[in-house]
């Protein structure tokens, strides 16, 4: 498959996914996905999002008991990263190997709080209220082996997804997320 047709069918499965979240609601735990490529089994060509099986409980760490604090989902991430990469890599790698296709990408879908001066605008812009925490969003994050990064964000409230789709720049390729989901997918394909 050319990378611009499996960019294309990556950003089509991304939106599916975060349209069947924004479907269910808010206030759901994150989720760790493998895109997988069945285009060999199909004459159109698609993507599948396959949920990683992982314990949850590792995203139940995110509320810091007896208080509103609370952490980032990517701490919990970085923490499966760790442990699918190392520990249990030959369990991450069987799993693959059951899948219908090829993984070609990894995906993080979280909610969290833009506390950016950009969310703020983004959140007044579509007249939505801007809570002085943040502004809370939905994220699905995804890195192919094409080397491209992409992101969806929902603000609560909107109608709309923005989408970004890009090869990252260094700022962006360091940030947290983006390597874990690069150490994920090198991890399959090891």
Request: proline share 6%.
């Amino acid at each position: 498959m050319q990378p611009e047709r499996r960019s294309t069918l990556i950003l089509r499965a991304l939106n599916a996914v975060e349209a069947l979240a924004e479907t269910r609601g808010w206030g759901a735990y994150p989720a760790v996905l493998a895109l997988v490529d069945s285009t060999a089994h199909t004459i159109v060509g698609s993507i599948d999002a396959e949920e990683i099986p992982i314990n949850q409980d590792v995203w139940r760490q995110h509320t810091v008991p007896g208080t509103r604090f609370t952490l980032p989902y990517w701490i919990g991430l970085q923490a499966i990263t760790d442990t699918l990469t190392t520990v249990k890599v030959p369990r991450l790698r069987a799993w693959t190997r059951e899948q219908i296709g090829p993984v070609i990408a990894m995906a993080f879908l979280a909610e969290g709080l833009d506390t950016s001066d950009a969310g703020r605008r983004a959140a007044a812009a579509h007249g939505l209220p801007v809570d002085p925490d943040g502004v809370p969003v939905r994220a699905v994050s995804a890195c192919d082996i094409d080397g491209r990064f992409y992101q969806l964000l929902r603000i609560r409230g909107a109608d709309t997804v923005s989408t970004t789709v890009d090869h990252p720049d260094a700022r962006t390729s360091a940030g947290s997320v983006a390597v874990s989901l690069r150490r994920l997918l090198n991890a399959t394909h090891a």
